[in-house]
């Protein structure tokens, strides 16, 4: 694509400057709001420029590991003020590339800045432990060491956080990193490499090439000089890429799907449950990995829970998310519109209930945009697609059951573990669900898709590689252990 518009092209970051890819090729960055707006446009790299940016983050990390973590630390404070600065700049940025309202943007931005500051803190804390040697004239102890260069790929539904989430522990712990965010927010991603810019991060640190996932993203997996890889995306990509990073030895971790339920049980606060699936499951569209995505109700209440749903549901503005007053922004980008729309064709086919939505919204304001409704299908059965597939959209399943047991049964029958909410106010509910749900993050009377920065984050099954993100648990992903003895 050639440049036809006053839109902005951002360059790759490497080495501390700002180049333009060897291809001269560059990628829109399409606003889903309003298609015909181009947010900007980024540079459609070659594996050379990756070649070069994993060269420059080699070269930088012999330096910054021998760094303190004191000092590492300080530039990390140095970069959350930065970005602190350009909030909503930065917040408005990700609206415009991936749809959620700004509200949210603002909110995930705020995020990202706590996540700087959480880690810059964390090259103060220790990394190891002394353990007593079978020699007593011995000191045995665990210290950790960092990967190398990490390469960090990311989805474009947290276009701030994860980015961040990724690249703060992988630079406090001593690894110098090469992003490549997902294109469609990418121009997001160059302002928030800006943000380490101006906190003079030394020259190759953090370096940023973005292009496609075929190109950039699998040269990160086959990359010899790369020797850990973060992943957050969709299950078939991230099995590629972990068969690649295995195959040469490399350390991966991947963050996935999900199909998240909601239990909702006789004993239950039907307003708080009502309120919580609505968030969970369409807030951002439905683009969360966490999203809410199937609630299995006991039949006591079905009928109470239902009119509730169906009545708060109504209320929904949709829009553009830069618009106050909306609450729910578009799809994304027409891949991800064109994909709801067919599960709920499918929906439909397989013999589910249509309750409410499952149209595109095209006329007046919509017409530029990547519009679905708020849909709600009840009559769901187990062997549906829409029961076992990730949408990554505003479709909620609604199932009965007549037990708890049986909507655990169902609840943990499909092949992610990602998280999964109850509300009850039954303390052997509770205990039930802490113990038999098979999900990486468990909530008990609060919605599926809250995720706490300084707790563990991951998935069971096949929404994970089994590792956990964020927290003190990033730590075991971005280092290596070693044990030292010695003796005088
Ligand atoms: P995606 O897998 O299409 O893309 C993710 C990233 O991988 C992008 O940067 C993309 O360019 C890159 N990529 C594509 N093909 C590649 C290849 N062959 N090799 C290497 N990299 C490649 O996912 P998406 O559509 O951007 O995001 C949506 C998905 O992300 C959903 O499945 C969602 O559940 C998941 N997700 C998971 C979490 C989590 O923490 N578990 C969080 C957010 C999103």
Known sequence: MTVTTEAKTFMNYINGEWEASSTNQVIASINPANKNEIVGYVQN???????LAVAAAKKAQIEWKKLTGAVRGQYLYNVANAMEKRLGEIAECATREMGKTLAEAKGETTRGIAILRYYAGEG???????????????LMFTTRTPLGVV??????????AIPIWKMAPALIYGNTVVIKPATETAVTCAKIVECFE????????LNMVTGSGSVIGQGIADHPDINGITFTGSNGVGKKIGQAALARGAKYQLEMGGKNPVIVAADAD??????ATISGAFRSTG????????????????????????????EITIGDGLTEGIWMGPCANDNQLKTVLSYIEKGVEEGATLLLGGEQLKESDYEHGFYVQPTIFENV?????IAQEEIFGPVIALMKVDSIKEALEIANDVQYGLSASIFTTNIGHMLSFINDMDAGLVRINAES???????????????????REQGEAAKEFFTSIKTVFVKS
């Open 151 to 160: 390469g960090v790929i990311t989805p474009w539904n947290f276009p701030v």
């Open 45 to 51: 790299s070659s594996k050379e420029d990756l070649d």
């Open 381 to 385: 059965t187990t062997d549906m697609a």
């Open 449 to 467: 898709a809250g995720v706490e920065l300084q707790a563990p984050f991951g998935g069971m099954k096949q929404s994970s590689s089994h590792s």
């Open 270 to 275: 039907l307003d708080l449950a009502v309120e």
């Open 198 to 205: 101006e906190a003079e991060l030394p020259a190759g640190v």
């Open 287 to 314: 683009q969360k990995c966490t999203a809410t995505s199937r609630v299995i109700v006991q039949s006591d209440v079905y009928e109470a829970f239902k009119e509730k749903l169906l009545a708060k549901t109504n």
């Open 124 to 138: 103060m804390r220790k990394v190891g432990d002394v353990i007593p040697a079978t020699d007593n004239e011995a």
